[in-house]
């Protein structure tokens, strides 16, 4: 076996791309000798590999898609046909990657244990690209991993941003992202992906899981690959399976009693459950969210540095870092940045940006806030007006500044 082997899993739901992101690892890998694809494609019986059908270095696990059980099922399947290779990578079906892809990843991933990292992950959620004008439509924006919001199901979500600076070495991160991950081989073993999750869940749950394992997590600072969003033109699981809400249900119940959300009783889940390397509360005070009050911390918004491990909760809040401090001061005026418009999606005010591809959901409370930021209210006149509307909400005003530094971390609003 190569001793730079690296073990890439795909798992592919009526993955129409898959071919092509086949073709882009093979092509424009330094070493095809050390890749070893599993895929576990759960297909129609009208869908082909085409020329990818027969290579060598690839194992399919064919699984007919009516019997398909998602995409965690899908990726624990491929886990069972991991033989020791050196490196780790997990992917979606819809990719593309810059030539010499595998040299780069795994010099970034030495560099970071050369620097004393002891289990580098590198993990981001990708920038995008668009199948049907590629390589023109690919973002040429650096994206890094941050944190979105609670949903209303208790799942922490991630969201990509873009750093004002371009760093020169990775970048760290509190959290994961299930569709680009490159680490050692060995976080198979140690956090194998739960058979039980399906969708939504899977990467918060498995963040916390390799987190509390000793893994550390990184974000590329260099764009190696590109990662498809639009599922235009797809048929997902759910689209399929009418069993699924059922499913989801169960995968949610169990993430919930995994972290604890809202204060349920914690369950252990066995090689499933968390590590032991560090606690569920170590994870909280280094992420700076809580799992039992569904709460994230203004500099987590903001996307600053996570806090090092002899910081404590306390300290943080004591000393508030000088970004925090003046992030939304009581006498600026916040006013909307060019280029960003607001729609009603499901119920949920949704923030973007065409031009950047960024985007961000807004709960309640952080609706009003943006419906009230029109560059001539200063934060204290915002405050006001929604702590006399809302008199009976404790601590309004804490909550009015973080929205405006999640607003401004995001580049949605400035000073």
Known sequence: MNPASIFISIAAYREFDLPET?????????????????????RGADESLGEWADNPRIQLID?????????????????????????????DGHHRCVAGWDTQLVDMLEGLRDAGVTRPVLTTYLPAFDPGNDPAGRSQDLWLLGVDRFDDSGVLFMRPYIPVDSPESPVPTRFWSAHFSFSDGTLVRDVPIDPQGYFHGEEIGTCVRAWTSGYDFYSPHRTLLWHEYSRKGRRCHWDDHDNWMTRNGRALSRYARLVGLDGVPRENFGRYGLGRERSLADYERFAGVSFSKRHIEADTLAHLPPRRDHESSEDSQAEPSEVTRIAAPHQATPARSPGWTSEQLDGELVLYNPDSTRACYLNDTAALVWHLVDGARTTEDICTLLADAYAEVPDLASDIREVLVGLRAQNAIVY
């Open 63 to 91: 699984v007919p898609y009516r019997e398909s059980r998602g995409v965690c099922w899908a990726r624990h399947r491929i886990q069972q046909e991991y033989r020791d290779e050196r490196y780790f990578l997990q992917l």
């Open 22 to 42: 086949l073709r882009s690892l093979f092509t424009m890998a330094d070493d095809v000798s050390r890749l070893s694809v599993c895929i576990c494609w759960q």
